[in-house]
């Protein structure tokens, strides 16, 4: 393979995640490195730089901070942390007034970055688009509202389902298993903390609802890009 090629898949990546890029001009850009690689044979792994050793630290990134844990929440960070090769996992600061509880990502730095900026992103449109669901049947999703929470509840989860089946899909259709795969200092790490999977069993109240939520997330495409990280470039597009 020409390296002359590889070094303009690898500018036309960082052009798309330019922070000051246009959203035509990045557009344009990620479709160009897109059909390069198609007529090349080429997948993500082979056209990714290597890390900095700034990026390869392992670091905790705080993603949430509220009073208390909510499922759908959980769900969402062990989505994005499984497609960003990293754990999610709650804290709870029993000795905060009131007590808190943090969603934090385990990962490289680089990596933790990125599923940051991503599940602020998704949980933007998640809340948006779980109130427009329910004031489009008459509810406001609020606690005083208790059958209008629920069907609320049911599309975030919802939501969680459709992304992880969206990224399953990315995942297989561009062959990038070996590319989100979690690196194995990473799982260590996350053995000496103890942690758990986030993922919740919870029976589905309204099935229109969650399906509506599911939907959704299988829409969902960052409106923000990552600056100076072409790494995940590809994958945040939704391509």
């Not at 942390?81 to 999610?88: C, L, Q, W, Y």
């Not at 049947?137 to 459709?162: C, H, K, Y």
């Not at 409106?223 to 995940?232: G, H, L, Q, S, Y």
């Amino acid at each position: 393979m020409s390296e002359k090629v590889l070094d303009r898949i690898r500018k036309l990546l960082r052009l798309a995640a330019d922070k000051g890029a246009t959203q035509e001009e990045a557009e344009s850009a990620l479709l160009m490195a897109q059909r390069l690689m198609v007529e090349h044979g080429l997948n993500e792994s082979q056209v990714e730089e290597a890390p900095t050793p700034e990026e390869m630290k392992i670091e905790e990134g705080v993603a949430e901070d509220i009073g208390r844990t909510e499922s759908w929440r959980g769900r969402l960070g062990s989505v994005i942390a499984d497609n960003f090769r990293g754990k999610s996992f709650w804290r709870q600061m029993r000795t905060a007034k009131p007590i808190r509880s943090l969603l934090v990502f385990l990962g490289h730095a680089g990596d933790v970055a990125i599923a940051k900026e991503v599940y602020q992103c998704a949980t933007e449109v998640a809340l948006r688009e779980a109130g427009s669901y329910c004031r489009s049947r008459g509810r406001t999703g609020s606690r005083q509202d208790p059958e209008g929470r629920a069907m609320w509840n049911e599309f975030l989860i919802g939501f969680s389902v459709g992304l992880r089946e969206k990224y399953r899909s990315q995942v297989q259709s561009n062959k990038w298993t070996l590319a989100i795969v979690t690196p194995e200092d990473v799982k260590r790490r996350a053995e000496t903390l103890g942690l758990r999977s986030l993922n919740h069993n919870v029976s589905i109240g309204s099935p229109e609802a969650r399906e509506a939520g599911r939907e959704a997330g299988k829409a969902f495409v960052p409106a923000r890009k990552i600056p100076n990280n072409p790494k995940k470039t590809l994958l945040l597009k939704g391509e």
